[in-house]
């Protein structure tokens, strides 16, 4: 399975895009992320794809799972999110009807 | 609403056992949680609590969203997840034909 590799470092704007682009093209979509920092940016990617999503209809929510990998011959636990993705109603355009009553 | 309000000393073991509480008595989660480490325990907390609802059929994700908050008279963008509850097939136990066969 590919992830989405997500570090302390990474921008959670890039990453959000990245997970927003793969929503919609129907692609599933894991991150993998290795400490408090790490984890602290990929919550803060799915915070922010959540807002490309919405308008297109589309919502986001996350399945932690705890990972034993290993970096560079060294035992580390990961943290992997899997992407659920949700169908909702997007937001209604304002009819005249409402605008007349304002 | 009211909040698990999550910080970076918590722990993800103790916060695991209040989320499956909740969710078996069928009511809402949410968590809120300022700073990468709080973070980073409200999401081992959500794996862990995965653990203990998934052999009564239900599984958990989480949907990340930023809040502004006040702590102190001093503004913080605060992490706030809410839970979101699914229904899956429990496991089934072995059959006596599953033991024949082993």
Known sequence: MDY?????????ASVAGAIAGLVKDGKPVNIQCVGAGAVNQAIKAVAIARGFLIPAGLDISCSPAFSDISIGGESRTAIRLAIYV????????????DEIAC
Do not use: A, D, E, M
């Open 86 to 97: 949700h169908r909702i109603q997007p937001p209604s355009p304002p009819s005249l009807s």
């Open 4 to 12: 989405l590799k997500v570090s302390s470092k990474s921008s959670p």
